[in-house]
Each structure stands twice: as C-alpha cells, then as structure tokens.
C-alpha cells in the first residue's frame, strides 16, 4: 500500500509541473504532413484551455468556402496585429466550438460572447516571426476535410480563432462561423437588398460661398468618398449574375433640388443656370453611374432632401416644405431620362404605428403612397420564427419589413477586416433563418442604414458571398411589392424596438418656421428683379435641407446650415434702408420727404414704404406707392401727412414688399409738428383785413389830392429831327439848363452847344 501510494504522489507531482505546458508546446509545431494542420498527441484534437487577456488584434482576411461540406478543405487567412505589445512569437489555433448553433438566439449568444471558449483545435499556424508594435503578419490556416462535421443536412458551425504569444502573455479570441451543407434539403430562403444613396450631414454643401460649396461637392462626390463606395460595393455579381441591390436615391446628389425650383431649369443647389453652375460637371459622372445602373438595380427615388418622415407625418403630415419634397422625388427620373420606382416611405425608425398610416397617404397624396419600409419587429410575429419582408395592411398598403439584425449587421463593413467576420455572421444567421422552416420558402429584406459608410471591398465581400450561400437566393425589392399583394393583412402594427441613429432634428414648430422661412424669401425675391429667382431657389434649397433625416448624425452641422440661410436671408435685403431724418412740419397737412437707400448690387423694385407714427400729433393721409431703386442709389419718397397737434413725433418707418412682408433696414424719423392752428387763421385774416382798410384808405386820399391840384398843359411833342433832352418841373421865373424864367412847365428847347439858346418864330 505504501509503495502504492509513492506512485499516485509522483504521478500528480509531474502532472503539477509539466501538465499545464503540455498542450501549448504539442500545438506549436504544425501537423506533419498538413500545411498548418493540428498537431496531435494521440491521433485526435488537442483540447484547447481557457483563454487569458487581449492585447493583439486579430483581422480575419476570409474564410474559404463559407460553407463546408464533407471533403471540402476550408482556408482561413487574415493577420495578426500588434497594439500595445510586442509579439515575438505569435501563434494562430482555430478552435471549435463546444456549443451547438441552431436558432438566432445562439447565433448571437456565441457571436457576442465575451468567455473564454473552451473546445477542440482544429487547425494552427505559426507567424515564425516576431511582430513589432503597429505592424502585422499574414497567416494561412488550412483544415483538412473531415475535420469540420455535423451530423445534420445543413447548419451552422461554430470556431473560435485564437492569438497567442507566450513571451507576451498575449492572448485574444474572436468568435465567427464556418456555414455546413450536406445536401440541399430545404428551400433557399429570398433576400432582397436596398442601399441608401443620400448625402452626408454637412452644411457645406449648401454654403452660400460658391467656392466652400464647390469645394464641399467635390469631396463629396469623389468616386474615393461615401456615395461612390456605397454604389461600388453593392454593385457586385453573383454566380447567376449581378446582385440585384435596390439603390434608394435622393434626388438631392445629383445637385438639383426640384422642390426650391419649382419646376424652372435651375441645376445646382445654387439655382445658378446650366452654363454657369459649378456643380453641373460634379454630379456629371455620378448622373452616368446611376444611368448605367439602372439596368442592374431598382432605382427608389426618395423625397428631395430624404426629410425625417419619421418625425414629420405624425405631427404635420400636411406640412408644405415635406409635401413638396416628396413630390419633387420625381425628379430624379426626369434628370436620368428612365424610370425609377416613386412613393415609397421609409421613415428612419422604422414604425409601423396606427396612426403613421394615415400621415403618410395625406404626405404622399401628390404621388401616391405606394409601400412603407419599416422594421420587422414593429409586426406581430410567430414565436420562433423570423418575420417575412412582404405584408400589408387591412386597408390593402404595402409593407415592406426588414430584419433587424440583418440590417444592423451590414454596417459592420467599415474597415476590410470587418469584411470577413461580417460575412461569416450573415451566412449563420440566414442559416438560421433557414432553420425555422426548411421547407417554406421565405421571403425577408435588409434595408442597410443611413449611417452605412463602407468598405467597398468588405460591402463586396458580404454580398458576393451571400450569393454563392447555397440556402440563399437574391430578388429584387419589385418582387417583394408583388408578393406583398398576396399576404394575409397583419392583426396589428406597432412602433418595434428598432431605434433610428440619433434623434430628430425637425418637430411642428421648426416646420411652421421652415415655412414662414420660405414664404417670406419668395416675397424678397419678389423685390430684387432678375435677379430674384436665383436668390430664392439658393435660399430654398437651404431651407429644403433642414428637415432631412441625415441630421440625426450631426445636429452641430443642421444648426450651421440653419445659421447659413438666416444670414442669406438678411444679406439680402440689409442694404436696403430708410435714411434717419428729422423735420419740421409747418402745415396742417403737407408732404414729408424720406429717402430710402440702396446699397445692394442690384436694382429692387415694388419696396414700399410704410409710416408708422406713434403718437397721434402726427397721421399719414395715405401710404405712399411702391418705388423703384437702382442699384447703389437712393430714392426720395413723398409721403402726405396731416399735422394734428404741435409736439415732436417719432415715426417708425419700414420697408415691405407687395404683401407687407418687411424687408431691409427700418428707419426712425423725427417730425417736429406746429400745425399753424385757429387763431393763426383768424389774426392772420385781421391783418390781411387791415392792410386791405389802409390800402383803401391811402387810394382814397391820393384821389382827394389829385383833384385840388391845376392840369398842367402837355406841349406837343418836339419835331423829329431835333434832340429832346430833360425837363425840369415849373418853377418862378428860373432858368434851368437853358430854361428861361418864366418858361412854361415841360417845354421843349433845342441843344445849340455849350449854352442854350432861345427858340424863335420866323414870323415874328
């Protein structure tokens, strides 16, 4: 017994020392034979232990095929990065998983586990290099045939791909799938696919400066940016041709705003003419891929500016901004020359609430409200079974649900090492979709969020390999509509539990705004001439933006873009102005002079000009007529006025247009009235009565003293050809200027030189 007992305390001795280090020394070294093949000790897997802390990054390249089968060899590639630590000699160990992966549930609960997972290595590599803070190392994985098996048709395989690096105690696991198909006993399950093509939240698209906005659309337009890898990463093929991805379009990206137009040739978000407008050779290549696209996918036209319908059709369906966006989605066919699928609603959170219904057909009456994009989970459901994308209502209006997770899941592609985990996700989950009822053939949607910026090769790489899964089929969103025509109408609606990215940006009150916004630039249009249309498609647009849904991501960028159009909106009318004056007003009623200025570079015509005294000393007879100003002058307008009591008045004056919307710079005027009063009437007349008496008076006397006074005789004139020259008045016997004394008053003499001499008669 004792001897006995030294052979159990020895055994557990060793197993103390050298047991934990065993597995780790065994799987270091690949299987002989096997390219990075397991290693093992007795003819089977090595079992892996728990895993430790993170401190390396592992990128999943690709796992190859995605589905196994029996005799198919899988590849996985990807690479190994180090963070925050040096790796001297890093490892890569596949594991298998140790749980069975059937429902949505496990998927997920396997996909977001945080615990170490305990199971069965399959295949390992060795980096054989060390790997320097910041750099990366490739790695190649081959599993032999055999090594993946389920004892089932089809399914879903769980693994789990670890790094491992001893020198560092660097120890990281990510989680993924590898699909499993021994023979085609189901129906593949029908996935449609809708993309947004809409515009990125920034302001500087619309900035009043043509160069910011110029500048803006460049970037945002470059084949590099969003839209341009949005449209090449779905614009892939499958083995029986090209992924048929629903491309829901803002008219908004092609620079043209058909809602701020109105309907005139104004290209360009500037309302500028065709031949003039920076924009029209930006949005040329993209209006050409989305042309050329058409024949490979569905061209949704959304609403102008995509506005939040989500946040708009409960509190004001009827809105005039709202209305006329969804109208102008038509526009987008007319600006590609083709047909593109208008009146559909896709309201950013995806409520299918009661009474969402009714303000989408009154929002959409101009168009037709044809279907209604939402979440699957806002309808009710069969326990253990996924909701279908084609329903109705019980009024007969097409529903068109995506699945959540799905939708979710396909903004995981921002980066190329997302690509691969992404994939191997969407292949398990339509798995396990296709679990729930292998022989139904089902029908589901995955509408990809505003928010997808992606990767083009990771979008690429999801949507190619989810048209080579085998229990997947690809339709377009057309046959989805159809399909809808033929459900049963679902028992109820509900808001769901998919909860939109961010909050609304736009309520009630910002409309009645945005409205009154519009109203009044389309009324200081009115006033600057020509020059007024494009004023007002600009500051259109601007406001057509507000309401967009896009906001939701960037409040901070909605707030410049609002800022932007309130400053254009003053900039246009500030330099027209009322000249402060002050004036004195001496008359019961008279006409007051007041000038208006305009500093604008353009002619305005039809401002008029209004008086607002306040006080009563001072009231205008009639308001004056609407004046035309050229540019950089000004303009004097007569105004009547009634002077009622003397004091000082202060009038406020404004300019309006037409309607009496106030444009430019009111001004303040001072009129200092003295009205000349009743008793300036009655002693002005006393005085003009008195100067009348006093010149009676005076007529009279000189009339008296005329008749006291002898006729004088007038003497006939002198003859022709002798010189007259002046006479002195009658005196008593003087002589002047060669006048006798005695001489008669006014007779005539003859100048005969230096002295005068007397006239004779020759007969005397």
């Known amino acids: 017994m004792t001897f006995r007992r030294g052979r159990v305390l020895a055994l557990l001795l060793l197993l103390a020392l050298f047991g934990p280090t065993a597995p780790a020394a065994y799987a270091s070294a690949p299987a002989p034979g096997s390219t990075g093949g397991p290693v ?13 802390t993170d401190s390396a990054v592992l990128a999943l390249g690709s ?40 429902t949505r549930a496990s998927v997920e609960a396997w996909a977001t586990s945080t615990a170490a997972p305990g199971g069965l290595e399959v295949g390992n590599a060795r980096i054989g290099q060390a790997v320097d803070v910041g ?3 490739p790695f190649t994985i081959t599993i032999p045939p055999g090594r993946f098996l389920l004892n089932r048709a089809f399914g879903i395989i769980p693994i789990a791909i670890q790094v491992r690096d001893s020198a560092s105690s660097t120890n990281e696991t990510t989680r993924t799938f590898v699909g499993w198909q021994r023979s085609k006993q189901y129906e593949p399950i029908r996935l449609a696919v809708v993309a947004p093509v809409t515009l990125t939240p920034s302001a500087a698209l619309f900035d009043t400066n043509t160069a910011t906005r110029t500048e803006a659309w460049k970037q945002e337009l470059d084949p590099a940016a969003r839209i341009g890898r949005i449209l090449d990463g779905t614009d892939g ?62 061209l949704w036209a959304l609403p102008q500016a995509d506005p939040d319908l989500a946040a708009t059709v409960t509190t004001s369906p009827n809105d005039p901004t709202v209305v006329a ?99 191997q996700r969407f292949v398990a989950e339509t798995g396990a979709i296709l679990a729930e009822s292998p022989g139904a053939a089902r029908t589901f949607l995955v509408a990809m969020p505003r928010s997808l910026n992606p990767d083009v090769g990771a979008l690429r790489q999801v949507l190619g390999t989810l048209a080579q899964t085998p229990w997947v089929q690809f339709v377009t969103t057309g046959e989805l509509q159809q399909q809808a025509a033929n459900q049963d109408p679902v028992a109820s609606t509900s808001k769901g539990s998919w909860s939109g990215y961010g909050e609304a940006q736009v309520d009630a009150a910002r409309l009645s705004r ?56 003053a900039a246009a009318t500030r330099g027209i102005s009322v000249a402060p004056q002050t004036t004195n007003f001496l008359a019961d009623e008279g006409t007051l002079q007041v000038t208006v200025v305009n500093d604008l570079g353009v002619d305005v015509d039809g401002v008029r000009l209004v008086l607002n005294p306040t006080n009563t000393r001072l009231r205008i007879v009639s308001q004056p007529d609407p004046v035309q100003i050229a540019a950089g002058s000004r303009a004097v307008v007569p105004v009547r006025a009634e002077a009622l009591a003397a004091g000082l008045v202060p009038v406020n004056a404004i300019l309006t247009t037409a309607d009496g919307t106030p444009i430019g710079v009111p001004g303040a005027l001072i009129v200092r009235a003295n009205p000349p009063g009743y008793a300036f009437y009655v002693v002005g007349g006393a005085i003009v009565l008195l100067i009348l008496v006093l010149g ?32 002195a008045p009658e005196g008593d016997g003087e002589t002047v200027a060669g006048r006798e004394t005695g001489a008669p008053s006014g007779s005539p003499v003859r100048a005969t030189g230096p002295a005068a001499r007397r006239m004779t008669d020759d007969r005397t």
Do not use: K
């Open 40 to 52: 093992r000790e007795t003819g089977g897997p090595v079992v892996v232990p728990a895993a430790a």
């Open 63 to 102: 796992v190859t095929p995605p589905v196994a089968g029996p005799g198919v060899t899988v590849t996985i590639t990807g690479s190994v990065v180090a963070r925050t630590a040096r790796l001297a000699d890093p490892t890569v160990r596949v594991v298998l998983g140790s749980t069975t992966v059937v």
């Open 135 to 137: 750099s990366s190392a």
């Open 237 to 298: 093929d499958g083995p029986a041709g090209p992924v048929p991805v629903t491309w829901a379009v803002d008219p908004g990206v092609l620079g043209v705003d058909s809602a701020a137009t109105t309907g005139t040739a104004t290209p360009g978000s500037a309302g500028g003419s065709a031949a003039t407008d920076p924009l029209v050779p930006l949005v040329a290549p993209l209006r050409t891929r989305l042309a050329t696209g058409a024949g490979r996918h569905t």
């Open 325 to 423: 966006e969804i109208t102008a989605s038509a526009s987008l066919g007319r600006e590609l020359g083709l047909a593109t699928t208008t009146g559909i609603a896709w309201p950013v959170d995806g409520s299918f609430e009661a009474t969402r219904e009714a303000g989408l057909r009154q929002a959409y009456a101009g168009i037709g409200l044809q279907a209604v994009v939402g979440s699957s989970s806002a309808l009710p459901v069969t326990s253990g079974f996924t909701g279908q994308a084609p329903r109705r209502t019980p009024s007969g209006l097409t529903l068109l649900a995506w699945d959540d997770v799905l939708s979710r899941l396909s903004t995981q592609t921002t980066t190329a090492a997302e690509g691969a985990l992404t994939t």
């Open 514 to 569: 945005i409205t009154e916004q519009r109203r009044t630039t389309g009324e200081i249009a009115s006033v600057l001439g020509p020059n007024g249309e494009a004023y007002r498609n600009q500051l259109w647009t601007m406001l057509d933006q507000l309401p967009s849904v896009r906001w939701r991501a960037n409040p901070a960028e909605r707030d410049r873009l609002d800022g932007l159009a309130s400053e254009a909106s």
């Open 696 to 727: 009676i008076v005076r007529t009279l006397r000189r009339s008296r003293t005329s008749s006291r006074t002898p006729a004088v005789p007038v003497a006939p004139p002198p003859p022709q050809e002798e010189e007259v020259v002046d006479v």
